[in-house]
């Protein structure tokens, strides 16, 4: 279920331009600045490399890749 949500000019504007160069939409960039946050706040410990890794391996699940049957 999408949500409307107001954010600031400047938060969209950057979003705009990390979601060109990350080939994303501005929603999907936001939505994964807002996964990487979570992960970051609930496991301070770890680095941004890991974090990463955890999101790419969560994408790959959701897409189906790599599983092998």
């Known amino acids: 279920m999408a949500v409307n949500v107001r954010l600031s000019e400047a938060i969209v504007v950057e979003a705009r ?5 990350q080939h994303r939409t501005v929603p999907m960039q936001i939505e994964y600045w807002s996964r990487i946050g979570k ?3 609930e ?7 890991v974090i990463r890794e955890i999101l790419v391996a969560d994408q790959e699940e959701a897409t189906g890749e790599y599983q092998f049957g």
């Open 17 to 21: 331009h990390h979601a060109l160069v």
């Open 39 to 41: 992960i970051a706040e």
């Open 43 to 49: 496991n301070p410990d770890l680095p941004f490399s």
